[in-house]
């Protein structure tokens, strides 16, 4: 079984709900504090193992690439006027070892179409998913960590899930689990509350075997007019390839703004104000 090492980040999102804002600053961007949501990802993904980072951009998402390049230019002026700690944050962004690739989404198609513009660069792997929007804190290693371990054991695709009651449940992809054995049955995108087969909703991060590239290459839009990559799961699901993982952590949708000052509030009751 070949070991994770890369991890796909989409990025390529509007951030239409956080505009004027975003009109001109990725929503990855958006700081916790001192530090943007999209390294808070990526730092979750380093400390599961990953050492190749594939960030799906799209226009004025350069940003994001300048985020994890070395800035000589930063770090002289700051060892230069005393700023050691400043000068060593900004180094130390990623590890050294760790790549950056960067692949353009040319056309906002879904989450699925997404990830199958990684498929070059992720190849014939097995891979890992992060959505920056799900901002999560945990105990140990991180959610990431948690589902590549469950892959080593099964060898199937693995879905992080929580458990979400009422009407809320139409915002996800909703897993149809077997009652008898437990068994992942199928996953419906964003179904009427009526019509949820349960009350297992899927957050952003997943562990995918590379053969879910096949099926989004021929796959047809979905919920939204949109290639989802609920309707590629579901496929796999049906053939017995998915495992669920209950999600170990806390959870705030950053992509919705009450959800990112709700993150935002908890960091600063859990840690106070970090200064620097």
């Not at 179904?191 to 995918?208: E, M, T």
């Amino acid at each position: 079984m070949k070991k994770i090492r890369k991890a796909v980040f989409p990025v390529a999102g509007l951030g239409t709900r956080f505009l004027p804002i975003t009109k001109s600053m990725p929503k990855e961007l958006l700081p916790i504090f001192n530090k943007p949501l999209i390294q808070y990802a990526v730092e979750e993904a380093i400390l599961a193992g990953i050492d190749t980072l594939i960030f799906i951009t799209g226009r004025n998402k350069r940003a994001i690439e300048d985020h994890f390049d070395a800035n000589l230019e930063l770090e002289a002026a700051l060892y230069s006027k005393g700023l050691t700690k400043q000068a060593e944050m900004v180094r130390n962004i990623l590890p050294s070892g760790v790549e950056c690739i960067f692949v353009r989404q040319p056309e906002q198609l879904g989450l699925g179409h997404a990830i199958s513009c990684a498929e070059r660069a992720v190849g014939n792997e097995p891979f890992a998913v992060l959505l920056a929007d799900d901002f999560l804190t945990y105990d140990g290693r991180g959610v990431t960590a948690d589902l590549i371990e469950a892959y080593e054991k099964s060898g199937k695709n693995q879905m992080s899930v929580m458990q979400v009651d009422g009407p809320n449940i139409s915002k996800y992809g909703v897993v149809k689990v077997n009652k008898d054995n437990g068994s992942v049955m199928g996953l419906i995108e964003k179904p009427d509350f009526k019509d949820a087969p349960s009350n297992l909703a899927c957050i952003g991060r997943y562990v995918l075997c590379p053969d879910i590239f096949d099926i989004l290459r021929n796959q047809s839009a979905g919920s939204g007019g949109e290639i989802q990559l609920s309707d590629a799961l579901n496929n796999q699901a049906i053939a017995g390839k998915v495992d669920i993982l209950n999600l170990n952590a806390k959870r705030f949708d950053c992509g919705d703004v009450y959800g990112y000052f709700d993150a935002i509030k908890f960091i600063l009751a859990r840690d106070g104000s970090p200064g620097v």
